[in-house]
Structures are given as structure tokens and as C-alpha cells.
């Protein structure tokens, strides 16, 4: 990044807490970006280590510290910090490839020059580290949901999803991973903020990004990058590790998009009544296959209650006979001799 050219339009937030051991990498790959942004904004959210010091260190431009209010806050608070019209997201624990910025802003320009109008949010593909080892494929090729979406090709390697035909795919799952966002400001302020009265706790997260995807794609087409201009580091001690934790949460957030329909877009309340039965089935799937029976049973039963299926009375008898000690017992035999069977090439 040539100190002397002229800075992009784009305020970068970092949220972080207890990162101190990531928080360089971070900043570091935002420094090297060959199109550099007006500024760096962390935001501390309550750690209890260094996060603070070593971000000040790295070379961010603002390091704010607040008591923890988890990433909705977070991000709440570095965007109102930010002076620049675009805002780009990254998470303490991830990484930009040099090149981000410069390919997302070049595409926004692109598509402005061919609409007239430019889409508000700019996502890119991104690749996935569990711990050293990268996953294949990238994070877009291996989401089945944003596979389903339809897209409009107006470039090499760049896409848009026009929110009248992307919105009811918006409500089955999230395709927009929050290091990749480019986002113009206005989509971040106002009733558009992240909600941070969803709950986070050690049973129920409901995913922040998710909800602000719902709400923020019915305003602005997303623009995407299908290029990985993203590093994500998952750790199984995350979030993304406890996947019955987060099947919980989804269900929470089906609750609010039916509950309170006027923060959505139209219609989006009779779409979510109408899947939540299956994520009802899929919870108690999920939390099967994690040989949690009892919360299987619970997911189970109250996607019995909202409409009944002869497959899922079979399921639950089954449960029934597995939650106790022998049948947990036969239950995790029979995960062990399936993951020990012969794997065919």
C-alpha cells in the first residue's frame, strides 16, 4: 500500500474481544491492502487481554474500548465512529488477501457505470482455516443456499443478487459472511442497525448478521466477488463449534421475523411461519447426529406441535427409547462404527 496515494472512501470496524492473538493478523491485513481505506476502528468489547494494546500497536487509527455488549455492539459502536460513506466489516480473528478492497471497490464502479445505481452491500467468496488446515471448497461454493439464489452475472467473477428474487432465500439461512462486507453507511445506521437485544448466551445465540442480512437485503442488491478475497479462522471452541447453540437461535430468529413482521420485508412473516416446522426438524437432526437427545426430543416436539408429521411421531418414539443410559450407550456405538467403517473412493 503506497502511503502517498490517495485513500478509498471506507471505514473499517473491527469488533474484538479477547483477541489479542489475533488482533495484529487483522489490522496487519488491512494495512497491506493495495487500496488502503480513510481509517482503522476497533472496538474493544470487553476483553480481558491485551486487545486494546496490541491493536494500538498494529497501527489502527481509533481503538475504543467498551464493557462487553458482544458483536452487535460492537460493530453498533465502531460505525458510529466511522467518518467515510462505505464501511467495510472484519472480525478480530480474520484475514483480507491484499487485493479486497481494491477488487470490491472496482466492482462497485463497475456496476454503477452499467445500473446507474449501485448496490449498497459488496460481499466476496472467502476461504476456511479450522485451525491450520483450509477447507475446500471456499465458504459461497460449499453454502448450498447461496448456490439455490439467483444471479445476475454482469462481469467476470461478479454477480449480483437483485433483492426481488434473493429475499425469500434471505430467510432460510445466511450467505453473508461479515469480514467479506463492503456496506454503504446508511445500511448500517437507523433501523438498520445491528440488534443488540438478540439473545447470547450459553444456550441460545442468535446470529446478529443473520437478522441485519434480513432486513438490510431489502433495501440494496448485494453485489458479489466470486473470488476468495477472504481468510476465516473457526475455531471448534466458537460459535460455529456448538451447533445445537445456534440451531436455537435460529429458531429465535424465525420467531421475531413472525412476531414483529413490520421490521421485514413484505410477506416475510408467512414465509417463516411456513419453514419452521422443517427447522424444527432439522434442530432435532443437528442435535442428534451431537448425541444431545434431550434437546432433539424438545425441538421435535414442538415441531410436532406446529404441524404434525407420521416421520417425525417415528422419530420421536425413537428418542424416546435412546434418552436414557443404555440407549445413549447404543447411540454413540453406533456413531463410532459408522465414522470406522471403510470409506470408498
Known amino acids: 500500500m503506497s502511503p502517498g496515494a490517495r485513500a478509498l472512501p471506507i471505514s473499517v ?17 488491512v494495512l497491506r491492502q493495495t487500496c488502503r481505506p480513510a481509517e482503522i476502528i476497533v472496538v474493544d468489547d470487553g476483553s480481558r487481554d491485551a486487545t486494546a494494546a ?107 443478487l437483485r433483492r426481488r428474487r434473493a429475499l425469500p432465500f434471505m430467510l432460510e439461512g445466511n450467505v453473508l459472511c461479515p469480514s467479506t462486507l463492503l456496506v454503504e453507511r446508511s445500511l448500517l445506521t437507523g433501523d438498520l442497525a445491528f440488534d443488540e437485544q438478540l439473545p447470547r448466551t450459553r444456550e441460545v445465540y442468535a446470529a446478529e ?30 460459535l460455529s463449534g456448538d451447533p445445537v447453540r445456534l440451531c436455537r437461535g435460529d429458531l429465535v430468529l424465525t420467531q421475531r421475523v413472525i412476531s414483529e413482521p413490520q421490521r421485514y420485508f413484505p410477506g416475510a412473516a408467512q414465509i417463516a411461519a411456513r419453514r419452521r416446522s422443517r427447522q424444527h426438524w432439522l434442530a432435532a437432526v ?41 440407549g445413549r450407550l447404543a447411540l454413540r456405538a453406533s456413531r463410532t462404527v459408522w465414522r470406522l467403517r471403510p470409506k470408498v473412493s
Open 54 to 160: 496490541v491493536a494500538r500497536t498494529s497501527g489502527a487509527s481509533t481503538v475504543v474500548s467498551q464493557a462487553c455488549g458482544g458483536p452487535a455492539a460492537a460493530r453498533n459502536a465502531g460505525v458510529r465512529l466511522c467518518s467515510q460513506p462505505w464501511i467495510a466489516l472484519l472480525d478480530a480473528d480474520d484475514a483480507w488477501n491484499p487485493h479486497k478492497l481494491e477488487r470490491q471497490w472496482g466492482a462497485l464502479l463497475w456496476a454503477t457505470l452499467r445500473d446507474d445505481a449501485a448496490p449498497g452491500v459488496v460481499m466476496a467468496d472467502y476461504r476456511v482455516f479450522h485451525g491450520a488446515r483450509r477447507l475446500a471448497p471456499t465458504g459461497l461454493q460449499a453454502n448450498s443456499l447461496f448456490r439455490r439464489i439467483p444471479k445476475e452475472r454482469i462481469g467476470p467473477g461478479i454477480a449480483v
Open 13 to 29: 470496524v473491527i469488533p474484538a474481544h479477547d483477541a489479542a492473538a489475533t488482533i495484529a493478523r487483522a489490522v496487519e491485513s
Open 209 to 238: 448478521d443473520w437478522e441485519w442480512t434480513m432486513r438490510a437485503a431489502a433495501r440494496s442488491d448485494v453485489l458479489v466477488i466470486e473470488e476468495p478475497l477472504v481468510d476465516r479462522f473457526e475455531s471448534p471452541h466458537g
Open 286 to 326: 443437528t442435535a442428534c447426529r451431537r448425541l444431545d437427545v434431550s434437546s432433539s426430543r424438545r425441538f421435535l416436539v414442538e415441531g410436532q406441535a406446529e404441524r404434525w408429521t407420521a416421520a417425525g411421531s417415528v422419530f420421536l418414539a425413537l428418542l424416546r427409547a435412546l434418552d436414557h443410559g443404555p
